[in-house]
């Protein structure tokens, strides 16, 4: 656990509940500008924590990106009547413009509430987590080897890369020149994968991984009285959110 830091050192079920209740909670509240203000909720949330340059950045060059590309293919093909803005053959419409907002708002609510949870949630902390309600080892296991297989094969290409660039191989320029650099690569980044994979099952038998019998770890994870308020209160929101729906916003 992160020693001072209240929100890094909550239970991960409890960090759980923030994109879980975000993605809710958007069905119950009616229109787009409450689920718009769950990315500066999220931020604000980050801020805290200390990863708010991190959580930025993936939402800067990744998000909103996606987002940006939907909201506009969404506005173009969807069907109306009230002509926004038309351009020769392409015509935005203000159905298409107000299904969009609709539609890229839960987006940008739900990823950036994930985004926050893995960001602040270390993945052994998840797998723990999951062994401790009763899923396998194996299995949780595989959860972690996922998460960190992209950016460990990402790492690997980018140390590649290097070692071909200091052989003299060109890496940069036109877009042509990129593919027929990258192609040396896919040898010793396949082949460096598997012998990282023979090591990893080699290291894990060691630790006598498949042997029969309680596990211990060297990370504790305990849940304390806070994370049990917090996902109550958290559930008595949704309720409120929910009888709000039911009563004021049909």
Avoid: H
């Avoid at 902390?125 to 401790?132: F, G, H």
């Avoid at 080897?145 to 690997?156: H, V």
């Avoid at 042997?211 to 849940?223: C, D, M, Y």
């Amino acid at each position: 656990m992160e020693k001072g830091n209240f929100i890094l050192n909550l239970y991960p079920s409890t960090k759980f509940m923030l994109p879980l209740f975000v993605t809710i909670s958007i069905f119950f509240v009616p229109g787009y500008l409450y689920a718009y203000l769950m990315l500066p909720l999220c931020i604000l949330i980050a801020f805290f924590a200390g990863k708010a340059k991190e959580l930025v950045n993936l939402v800067v060059k990744g998000l909103l990106v996606l987002v940006l590309f939907i909201f506009i293919i969404q506005s173009v093909i969807a069907p109306g009547e009230e002509i926004f803005w038309s351009w020769g053959i392409i015509s935005i419409k203000q159905e298409g413009v107000m299904r969009s907002l609709s539609l890229t708002s839960k987006i940008i609510a739900i990823a950036s509430a994930f985004l926050l949870f893995f960001r602040i949630t270390p993945v052994k902390d998840i797998s723990q987590a999951l062994e401790r309600i009763g899923m396998s080892p194996k299995f949780s296991y595989a959860i972690i080897a996922t998460f960190q297989f992209i950016p460990e094969i990402s790492n690997r290409s980018k140390v590649i890369m290097e070692a071909q660039k200091s052989r003299g191989v060109e890496t940069e320029g036109n877009l042509l020149t990129r593919a027929k650099a990258f192609i040396p690569v896919l040898g010793p980044l396949v082949l460096s994968s598997i012998t990282s994979t023979e090591e990893r099952a080699i290291a894990l038998e060691t630790r006598a991984f498949s042997a029969i019998g309680k596990k211990t770890s060297l990370n504790e994870l305990t849940k304390r009285r806070i994370d049990y308020i917090i996902q109550v209160a958290m559930v008595i929101l949704l309720t409120i959110l929910l009888i709000g729906r039911i009563w004021l916003w049909n």
